[in-house]
């Protein structure tokens, strides 16, 4: 029987205490990683998440930093360093939310915070811990993007774009990282279901439903399963690889 064993490796997972981040972070636990929950401004939930990951029989440490900051990012990474372990498996999942607008009415500060938070903390996170899995010669960076990169709907003008470019630097770390034996990918989730959903009883959407060819939106644990396939040696020959999990609501053309 194929399983997945993270034993013996360490993850570390920006926006953790968010709605995807958190199932993210059990996910790779239950696996057996050691987790770094890194967070911006919710130590609480942080600390409450720190507590359920101790009970997977792993080891997890919280840090906080700005991942748009190269000087904090340069912190966490210290910081890690130097009281836990460096991490083998990245996951870039942190976003800064704002509400969506026509480009013509869209804020020019946020456009500035999208690319920011998709592309300078890929940069951010390569230029912090590249190093270290360069000397070891093993490691796996997975950037959170999303089937909007794809649409370019009305109204997604910023995070859109954002996103575009968030696959370019995906794509360019996957080929200077390559040599290294380290795989640079990233997962595009849909539309997807999160608890926030299951409080709200809005899992079903049937105007969004009906255009998906699966016929339903797709949850966070499909989400967090894709995030555990490309951090395992299962996927040790994949990367610069943009992985739809939107039930085939967009679909990458050769």
Not at 13 to 24: E, F, S, W, Y
Not at 27 to 53: D, F, P, R, V
Not at 62 to 90: G, H, R, T, Y
Not at 134 to 159: L, V, W
């Amino acid at each position: 029987m194929i399983s997945i064993d993270l034993k013996n490796k360490t993850a570390l997972v920006t926006g953790a205490t968010g709605q995807l981040g958190r199932v993210m972070v059990r996910t790779l636990a239950k696996a057996g990683a050691n987790i770094i929950l890194h967070y911006h401004k919710n130590e609480i939930m942080a600390q409450k998440l720190k507590q359920e990951i101790l009970s997977y029989q792993v080891k997890c440490f919280i840090v906080q930093a700005d991942i748009c900051n190269l000087e904090s990012v340069l912190a966490m990474k210290n910081k890690i360093e130097k009281e836990f372990f460096m991490p083998d498996i990245i996951v870039n999942n942190a976003v800064i939310s704002y509400s969506w607008k026509p480009i013509l009415e869209q804020s020019i500060e946020d456009f500035d915070s999208q690319y920011q938070s998709c592309v300078l903390q890929q940069v951010c996170m390569a230029k912090a811990f590249a190093p270290a899995m360069i000397a070891k010669k093993y490691g796996r960076i997975i950037g959170i993007n999303t089937e909007c990169a794809m649409q370019c709907y009305p109204t997604q003008g910023a995070y859109a774009a954002a996103k575009r470019g968030m696959d370019g630097i995906i794509k360019v770390l996957a080929k200077e990282l390559g040599a290294y034996h380290i795989t640079v990918n990233e997962i595009a989730p849909g539309w997807t279901i999160s608890d926030r959903d299951r409080e709200n009883h809005s899992e079903v959407q049937p105007e969004s439903d009906i255009h998906i060819p699966l016929k339903r939106r797709g949850t966070d644990q499909e989400v967090a399963n894709a995030v555990l396939f490309l951090a395992s040696d299962l996927a040790s020959y994949i990367t610069g690889c943009y992985l739809p999990v939107c039930g085939g609501n967009v679909m990458p053309s050769i």
